[in-house]
């Protein structure tokens, strides 16, 4: 199994940047994708970003593209979502995610997650 837990979150003001870090344990960890979601209260989780498990391939939400970036170092077992130019809208528990044959943005397609961590932009 895989267990993830994210840190990084917190409170930055719009326009600021955050960077997020997901560790990852489990032998199985270089063989799986990794994906950012996200969940505004009163709002359904949303995808946010995805790797592949080489690292070869990266996708990303339209709401996301040029400001977020998603990268992963397989040695330190840990995925990693660097938030650039934040906007309130972009306040949100942030949650990793892993699966072994998944990298899409369907959330209920991913099997493994963490707790979430709180990213709050100010304006």
């Known amino acids: 199994q895989v267990q993830l837990v994210e840190s990084g979150g917190g409170l930055v003001q719009a326009g600021g940047s955050l960077r997020l870090s997901c560790a990852a344990s489990?032998?199985?960890?270089?063989?799986?994708?990794m994906g950012w979601f996200r969940q505004a209260p009163g709002k359904e989780r949303a995808f946010v970003a995805s790797?592949?498990?080489?690292?070869?391939?990266?996708y990303y939400a339209d709401s996301v593209k040029g400001r977020f970036t998603i990268s992963r170092d397989n040695a330190k077992n840990t995925v990693y979502l660097q938030m650039n130019s934040l906007k309130p809208e972009d306040t949100a528990v942030y949650y990793c995610?892993?699966?072994?044959?998944?990298?899409?943005?369907?959330?209920?397609?991913?099997?493994?997650w963490g707790q979430g961590t709180q990213v709050t932009v100010s304006s």
């Open positions: 790797i592949t498990w080489s690292g070869g391939s990266t």
């Open positions: 489990g032998r199985t960890f270089r063989m799986y994708s």
């Open positions: 995610a892993a699966d072994g044959d998944y990298s899409g943005a369907y959330y209920y397609r991913w099997d493994y």
